[in-house]
């Protein structure tokens, strides 16, 4: 199966337990894992030595990306648009992932709240927690 993953989700691969640790590895070797331009993005923001820029480099070479198209951002902006209208604030980060996982019909490894709140204004969103892919 392909998934795009969360920043979370090689958060955890970085600094886990070791159950988490393995529980990700088994489920990365399993499936087709992607990751778009701003999990990317926050993973090197989050970086705080050179080695861990490398480390984030490294790790994020094995796997492929999945973005936005330039004419898909204004389905982002909608989907804002949406989930404000049904009461939530979302991080623009993640409705950015939600979006590449709606149009690109991907399902979303996510193990945060934002995406479950998501899902209720666009049930078509896919999501899957560490827990539910073991």
Same mark, same amino acid.
């Not at 993953?5 to 894992?33: C, H, P, Q, Y």
């Not at 970086?47 to 984030?56: G, I, L, N, T």
């Given at each position: 199966?392909?998934?795009?993953?969360?920043?979370? /989700?090689?958060?955890?691969?970085?600094?886990?337990?070791?159950?988490?640790?393995?529980?990700?590895?088994?489920?990365?070797?399993?499936?087709?894992?992607?990751?778009?331009?701003? /999990?990317?993005? *926050?993973?090197?923001?989050?970086?705080?030595?050179?080695?861990?820029?490398?480390? /984030?480099?490294?790790?994020?070479?094995?796997?492929?990306?999945?973005?936005?198209?330039?004419? *898909?951002?204004?389905?982002?902006?909608?989907?804002?648009?949406?989930?404000?209208?049904?009461?939530?604030?979302?991080?623009?980060?993640?409705?950015?992932?939600?979006?590449?996982?709606?149009?690109?019909?991907?399902?979303?490894?996510?193990?945060?709240?934002?995406?479950?709140?998501?899902?209720? /204004?666009?049930?078509?969103?896919?999501?899957?927690?560490?827990?539910?892919?073991?």
């Amino acid at each position: 199966m392909i998934l795009l993953a969360d920043s979370n /989700v090689f958060i955890k691969l970085w600094r886990g337990t070791k159950e988490e640790k393995d529980a990700i590895k088994s489920i990365m070797i399993r499936n087709e894992v992607l990751a778009c331009g701003v /999990v990317r993005a *926050e993973l090197f923001q989050g970086a705080q030595s050179e080695k861990s820029q490398r480390d /984030v480099a490294e790790t994020l070479s094995l796997y492929g990306t999945r973005n936005l198209k330039d004419s *898909e951002w204004d389905k982002l902006g909608h989907q804002l648009r949406k989930y404000r209208a049904s009461g939530f604030t979302v991080p623009f980060t993640d409705a950015t992932i939600a979006a590449i996982g709606i149009i690109n019909d991907i399902p979303i490894w996510a193990n945060d709240k934002h995406f479950e709140m998501m899902k209720s /204004v666009f049930p078509q969103l896919k999501v899957y927690r560490t827990e539910d892919l073991i």
